[in-house]
């Protein structure tokens, strides 16, 4: 009966709505009474209960004969419980002999070491911190403040706050400046504190050297005796069972010690491809941050900020203009307003809209390719079936309410449209509108988990 009752139902709303919001339903119970289901959140469950369950209850009334009440509770789905991995500090890895450095690199690649006098073996490499990736300049906006907190954190206090600190987000939006502002604060405030900083890549190198000249044991002693260890990309690190398991000796012996591990990665860590479980588990169990893509405000930020240590003048227009069109990351931002700068010296022309758009024609173009505001609409519609003419509409019941504020809300973060254009392409809406709706989504966003899940969701659906 259950299933005449899902499959009149899907007919009915469509495949769409059906995937999103019905086929996750859980059967429980049913007797003459009540029939119970569950859903796996209580976005869900208000959503369904809120458009669907009158149909359910007629459905099933037709399909059972009985007229029963319809329950929907809400039972998360279970999640792995992490369990401490049992781990004998000190066994020696694994060898296997088709392990190879890619490429030998000699000195220039060993890792960056703040104050160690303790270990000659690795001399004096500090210089391989770039001395402007400093807190001071780190811009700080909604995307990375919980990030920028959690590095600030782990330089500032006396005893570690959380372990592992794991910082993850796309290419290019600040996780190894964050990693190198550490090192130098630290260095500023705990000059007897001894930091290893290097990519998670020279970490291999640097085991697989040691394995090469037989040194194991004084490269398992480098790295353990460390107050703070941070490994940038740690992603590399999949698929090679024999430093993965290095790595993850050197990282449990120092937690176990209570000292300091900053790790960074392009996707959390259970998301990383062929890292072991035990591996991903142990990593997400201190604070786990994400830097989220860029906002305009704080891209506008970062440029301002920017442009103010700059010997040539960039008219506010540009910066404007750049904030909205060079929407990827920071670092092809900040590529951008190089490449303006090195023209306007070369040819010796003033910066203005004019020169900025034909240096940038290429990146602007490539800069463009990205979801439009119509192809948003319409999943956002389908995701919560509603008609796409709902987008335009005037009404105002909160079924086709919300919906439509999410969708002014995504185009706002994943188009570089302004407000007053977002407004126009919403029914011709003015630009405090969508003001209103993205700041009412943050607030929903913030005050439940569930649903702050369901809109990152359709984001990542959108970006693909
Ligand atoms: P990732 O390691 O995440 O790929 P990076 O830390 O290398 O990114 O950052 C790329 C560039 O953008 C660097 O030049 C960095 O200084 C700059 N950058 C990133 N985030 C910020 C920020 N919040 N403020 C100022 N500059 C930033
Ligand atoms: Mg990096």
Same mark, same amino acid.
């Given at each position: 009966q259950w299933d005449r009752v899902l499959g009149r139902l899907r007919a009915e709303v469509g495949e769409a709505a059906y995937r999103s919001w019905l086929k996750p339903l859980t059967l429980l119970s049913s007797d003459d009474s009540c029939i119970r289901m569950a859903v796996p959140t209580r976005f869900m469950r208000d959503w369904v209960a809120g458009n669907y369950q009158d149909r359910i209850q007629a459905l099933w009334q037709d399909e059972a004969g009985v007229s029963s009440a319809v329950e929907i509770v809400v039972l998360p789905l279970a999640r792995p419980v992490p369990k401490p991995a049992l781990v004998e500090v000190g066994a020696e890895a694994e060898v296997r002999l088709s392990e190879k450095p890619e490429s030998p690199r000699e000195e220039s690649e060993l890792p960056a070491l703040v104050?160690? &006098?303790? /270990?000659?073996? @690795?001399? $004096? %490499?500090?210089? $391989? %911190?770039? &001395?402007?990736?400093t807190f001071d300049n780190f811009v700080v906006g909604k995307p990375n403040e919980l990030a920028y907190a959690a590095a600030r954190r782990v330089a500032e206090a006396?005893? /570690? &706050?959380?372990?592992? %600190?794991f910082l993850y987000g796309g290419v290019g939006l600040g996780k190894t400046h964050l990693m190198h502002a550490i090192a130098h604060q630290i260095r500023n405030v705990y000059p007897q504190k001894k930091v290893i900083y290097l990519s998670a890549e020279k970490f291999m190198y640097q085991f697989v050297r040691a394995l090469r000249t037989k040194d194991t044991m004084s490269f398992k002693e480098q790295f353990r005796s460390v107050d703070v260890l941070m490994i940038d990309d740690v992603q590399f690190i999949g698929g090679r069972e024999a430093t993965q398991e290095e790595f993850f000796h050197t990282f449990n012996a120092l937690v176990d010690q209570n000292r300091q591990v900053v790790i960074s990665a392009d996707k959390s860590p259970s998301d990383l491809a062929g890292v072991e479980d035990r591996m991903k588990s142990r990593l997400g169990w201190g604070l786990v941050a994400d830097i989220h893509p860029t906002t305009y405000e704080l891209r506008l930020g970062i440029l301002e900020s920017k442009a103010e240590q700059l010997d040539v003048v960039i008219p506010q227009k540009v910066i404007e203009f750049l904030a909205h069109k060079i929407t990827s990351n920071i670092r092809e931002l900040e590529g951008a307003l190089n490449r303006i700068v090195a023209h306007a010296t070369l040819v010796g022309r003033a910066v203005s809209l004019e020169t900025t758009q034909e240096v940038l024609h290429d990146l602007l173009r490539a800069n463009d390719r990205r979801v439009t505001i119509e192809e948003i609409q319409k999943k956002v519609a389908e995701h919560f079936n509603v008609r796409i003419s709902d987008m335009h $509409? $005037?009404?105002?019941a909160r079924a086709v309410a919300r919906p439509r504020q999410i969708a002014m809300y995504l185009s706002k973060h994943l188009t570089s449209r302004s407000l007053p254009e977002i407004g126009r392409k @919403?029914?011709?809406?003015?630009h405090t509108t969508v003001m209103h709706a993205v700041k009412k989504v943050e607030e929903l966003k913030s005050g439940d988990v569930e649903f702050s899940e369901d809109i990152e969701l359709l984001r990542r659906m959108l970006e693909n």
């Open positions: 104050e160690s &006098p303790r /270990v000659a073996e @690795f001399q $004096s %490499l500090s210089g $391989s %911190l770039d &001395p402007r990736f006396e005893n /570690v &706050p959380f372990n592992p %600190l $509409s $005037s009404r105002r @919403f029914g011709g809406r003015d």
